[in-house]
């Protein structure tokens, strides 16, 4: 039954990615591809909290810190290093990555709102250290607050779409491979009990920082893409906490610690944020708050997660 359900949530991603790999093909419309391309971006953006959060039950409201050091990893690595877009994308996924195992050895000793208030406090530090280091050391590197212009991308929006639908399916393919292994299993009994798995044998520490390197690894190379993507970053724009809140709203909205929840959760609230921009421009904001706001009351769990309840509950 486990093998038949994952192989359909692979059949619905493959699906998706043909259609998406087609989509450039049949539409000229840059406005429809830029669209596009941002719901794939944000599919692999809340898949990537997921990875970590969704799972385990943490709660991580510093994930923008390691899009954040992608971002600034990739535009040094362009700018000041001369570099191919193509070579700062792993440069910066490691670096994150990296900075990810360096705060993970400490942060994740913490539980609950301990943890969360930490991982909020290192992203704002990472904010403030950009735009202070230049400052302090009397040196040129960050570019404080007026930030790193990049080069111009002599692509459209069809490249960044199959950029991030490239990203994008590594992250939901380490999903299909945490909801069908031994680490996974791991995670998930970290979330329902985690001193009961560590007196079972889990290593529950270790787990629990590789899957917070693993996803600040895709996170650091979204933060890459965007970079190029945008051609300029300031720290107030990478280490933004709204992207945080975008990303757990995404995420609680499809369901966390499910395959289909941050696709599900990516595709309706970027969705709704287009459609009602374009026809309440002033208002639209309030009206995505509200909508959310009902979906939550209404599915506690996600709305993929509330219809795996409901099916649970009709096969009894």
Known sequence: MKVQTARKRLLIWGVLTLLLCLFPAFVSSQYLLRVAALIVFWIGMAGCWNLMSGYTGYVDFGPVAYFGIGSYAAALVMTEGGRSFFLALPVAGCTAALVAFLIGMPTLRLKGAYFAIATF???????????????????????????ITLPIAPYGNAF????????????LLAHHWIENSRFGYALKAIHEA????????????????TAYAMSAFFLGVFGGIEAYWITYITPADVFSVHKTVQMVIMTLLGGMGTFLGPIVGAVFLTGVSEILGLTFVEYYLILVGMIIVGVILLLPRGIVGTWKERKRLRSL
């Not at 735009?131 to 040196?139: H, K, N, V």
């Open 160 to 171: 960044f779409l199959y950029c991030a639908l490239a990203v994008a399916s590594l992250v």
């Open 194 to 209: 985690e001193d009961t798995a560590e007196l079972s044998g889990v290593n529950t520490f270790g787990v629990k920082l």
């Open 121 to 147: 406090a290192f992203a704002e530090t990472m904010k403030q250290i950009t735009l202070e280091f230049d400052r302090t050391f009397g040196i040129s590197f960050f570019q404080g607050s007026h930030g």
